[in-house]
């Protein structure tokens, strides 16, 4: 059974870059041909779509985001990244990392992490 599990600060000030760990166990993140997503949803909106890493370790990004994200991964430690630079109230979400075999496939899911922004 896959797990994931997300964790990081659950505040962050404007301008700063938002930091969140997706740790994976019962999977690995090189396994052939998944796809390792984050997905946000701000207070009383539906799920957005962040990026992705898949298991080659390429990237994909939302065109809304793209100029402020970055997701990387710790293969030794079956970890994968989000960063969010230059964040604002609007960035305010529950973030959730999950796993699946493509773009929109949601298999597996973190339990989310709370992010506020605020100074």
């Known amino acids: 059974q896959v797990q994931l599990q997300e964790s990081g600060p659950g505040l962050v000030k404007p301008s700063q870059t938002l930091s969140l760990t997706c740790t994976v166990s019962?999977?690995?993140?090189?396994?052939?041909?998944?796809?390792w997503t984050w997905i946000r949803q701000p207070p009383g909106k539906g799920l957005e779509w962040t990026g992705t890493?898949?298991?080659?370790?390429?990237?994909y990004f939302s065109p809304s985001l793209r100029s402020r994200t970055s997701i990387s991964r710790d293969t030794s430690k079956n970890q994968f990244t989000l960063q969010l630079s230059s964040v604002t109230p609007e960035d305010t979400a529950v973030y959730y990392c999950?796993?699946?075999?493509?773009?929109?496939?949601?298999?597996?899911w973190g339990q989310g992490a709370h992010v506020t922004v605020s100074s």
């Open positions: 019962g999977g690995s993140i090189t396994a052939n041909s998944y796809y």
């Open positions: 890493i898949d298991y080659t370790g390429s990237t």
């Open positions: 999950a796993r699946g075999a493509g773009f929109t496939d949601y298999t597996y």
